[in-house]
């Protein structure tokens, strides 16, 4: 009897080690993966300003239906890996003009009035 009670602690153990460990493999830092490629966008809508500079590009943003909680908010993409083509290709932020469709994903966002997000990232839409 002693020996299947030890089985069987020993066989929990383990389990709830296995559960721990795939449980524990899923939480990464979030810098492994880019989020285009494993959600979807937090933000769908069009381009309504550009502002550029060297480093960052602004990009005034007028969501579609839906996304209302975007409403008013400029993006500022990273002139590098801030924005892809459509077919998932790096993309210069600069070359964004007014009209163009865009999907945004975000992070961290400041409650305020427009929602303020830092280091967007987007993809042009097709």
């Known amino acids: 009897m002693a020996i299947k009670r030890q089985i069987l602690t020993t066989s929990a153990v383990i389990a ?3 559960v721990l460990t795939l449980t524990l493999a899923g939480c990464g830092s979030g810098n492994d ?3 285009r490629d494993s959600r979807q966008a937090d933000a769908v809508g069009t381009v309504a300003t550009v502002t550029k500079d060297s480093s960052v590009v602004a990009v005034g943003f007028t969501p579609d ?3 209302e909680y975007f409403e008013g908010t400029t993006f500022e993409f990273a002139a590098a890996g801030g924005l892809e083509a459509a077919d998932g290709t790096a993309m210069d932020p600069n070359m964004l003009a007014v009209g163009d469709r865009i ?3 975000t992070d961290v966002c400041a409650e305020s009035f427009p929602v ?5 990232l987007a993809r042009l839409e097709q």
């Not at 303020?116 to 967007?120: G, I, V, W, Y």
């Open 16 to 18: 709830v080690l296995s």
């Open 33 to 35: 993966s880019d989020p």
């Open 65 to 67: 239906q839906g996304y």
């Open 103 to 105: 999907e945004v994903w």
């Open 116 to 120: 303020q997000c830092s280091e967007p």
